[in-house]
């Protein structure tokens, strides 16, 4: 069983940058692909970005290319999500997965509990 615990959220202005931090106990972290979805007020969950077990792959939605960059360290048991030039459309929250790579949240077996991140105009 797989624990992961999100944090570094914020209220941030727009055009500001965060990073999330995800921390995982309780399994074999390097065995998981990662990822980070978003859930806005009133929206359904929505994939932001993946990394492969290595590290060698990412992928990433459209409305978050070029902007956030997802990370892992499994030294650390960590993934991270670097967060930059941030829009008030990113407000949501955040969470991270383990599991198998790509973009449907049903392809992930574990998640966090999330964390807030709010971008005011």
């Known amino acids: 069983q797989v624990q992961l615990v999100e944090s570094g959220g914020g209220l941030v202005q727009a055009g500001a940058s965060l990073r999330l931090s995800c921390a995982a106990s309780?399994?074999?972290?390097?065995?998981?692909?990662m990822g980070w979805f978003r859930q806005a007020p009133g929206k359904e969950r929505e994939f932001v970005a993946s990394v492969n077990r290595n590290g060698g792959s990412t992928y990433y939605s459209l409305s978050v290319k070029g902007r956030f960059t997802i990370s892992r360290d499994d030294a650390k048991n960590t993934v991270y999500l670097q967060m930059n030039s941030l829009k008030p459309d990113d407000t949501a929250v955040y969470f991270c997965?383990?599991?198998?790579?790509?973009?449907?949240?049903?392809?992930?077996?574990?998640w966090g509990q999330g964390t807030q991140v709010t971008v005011s105009s």
């Open positions: 997965a383990a599991g198998r790579f790509g973009g449907l949240p049903e392809g992930y077996n574990y």
């Open positions: 309780g399994g074999t972290f390097s065995t998981y692909a």
